[in-house]
């Protein structure tokens, strides 16, 4: 199964997503692989869920979740640089499993590979009992944890033109809100609530850090410590 599956992975590469000059956007193609290795390895915890997922299956739905995107950014529906900026849609889910069908059909089992369009058709269902569905849509989610967030936004802010403040500001306001509070309660799983949480923390310090080398804070405080009369 492995080498089926490395041969499905081969022929996703097909939905990366062409750039300015023909150059090879990877922020999508990154993305759906680090959910498809998550998925792989949520659906490996039994504790996780009430019935055991395929994990063949959930892999393959992993790698395609997003899919849509591309096949929109192939047509000429979007920009590079608007690829992941919303919430995937439900055409866009049906786009991705449209092209799992296309790209694996004759290379994977057909149950596979109608189980995983599948769940990829079922990720958007909140309250899904499909295990496959499950683990890719907590990967999915897990992936907007973290620095990865960060990327995501400068590269959308950059895109339109906006100052690093404005980054800056945003995780502000959402800190205010407890917006990602509200994010961490609706995963599905302890483990993964518990990893939202740590790389939440590393967030913060990440974005303290750079409020402070973008305002030259430390330098300020350096200048200060140097002109203060000297202490008796």
Partial sequence: MSGALDE??????????????????????????????????????????????????????????????AVQARDGGLQPWQVLARPTSNVQRELAAGALLEHCTGILPVETVTLAAEAIRECNNRFTTMPEAQVVSEAANLDEFGLMYVLRQFRLLQAEGRRLEDLLATWTRQQEYRYWQARVDVLRFPQTREIARRRLAAVADFMDALARDAGGGDLRDQVSAAAAPPKP
């Fill in 8 to 69: 499905a992975i081969r022929r996703a590469e097909q939905l990366v997503v062409r750039s300015w000059g023909n150059g090879r956007d990877l922020w999508l193609w990154e993305h759906c692989l680090r959910v498809m290795r998550s998925a792989d390895l949520l659906a490996a915890i039994p504790e996780l869920l009430r019935e055991q997922a395929d994990p063949t299956a959930a892999t393959l739905a992993g790698l395609y979740y997003d899919a849509g995107w």
